[in-house]
């Protein structure tokens, strides 16, 4: 079974960077769409970004310009980098696998979610 975990999240100041990473055991990612989602207090878990096996990427028109989702396959991980982080941005994220990626958008598979890691930006 397939397993996901997230880390690199932290308290930052608007305008810094951080990058999370989600590593996967127990199988590998390579052939798989990923994508990372987050959820602030009170609001639905939201789209962030998504990657194809073939490192096609969308973005969530928030963080374009700003974000940036690449793997690497050899280490069977995704990472999500963010520059001039925003109040807006403070939330869990969380890292997708084997989701369907279409004309956009990447829909979720609910079998293989990571825990999720915080990340607050402090103003």
């Known amino acids: 079974q397939l397993r996901l975990v997230e880390s690199g999240g932290g308290l930052v100041q608007v305008g810094g960077s951080l990058r999370l990473s989600c590593a996967a055991s127990g199988g590998t990612i390579a052939s798989y769409a990923m994508g990372w989602f987050r959820q602030a207090p009170g609001k639905e878990r939201e789209f962030v970004a998504a990657?194809?096996?073939?490192?096609?990427?969308y973005y969530a028109d928030s963080v374009k310009g700003r974000f940036t989702i690449s793997r690497v396959n050899i280490k069977n991980t995704v990472y999500l980098q963010m520059n001039d982080l925003k109040p807006e941005d403070t939330a869990v994220y969380f890292c997708?696998?084997?989701?369907?990626?279409?004309?956009?958008?990447?829909?979720?598979?609910?079998?293989?979610w990571g825990q999720g890691t915080q990340v607050t930006v402090s103003s």
């Open positions: 997708n696998a084997d989701g369907l990626m279409q004309v956009g958008s990447y829909y979720p598979n609910s079998a293989y």
């Open positions: 990657i194809s096996w073939g490192e096609i990427t």
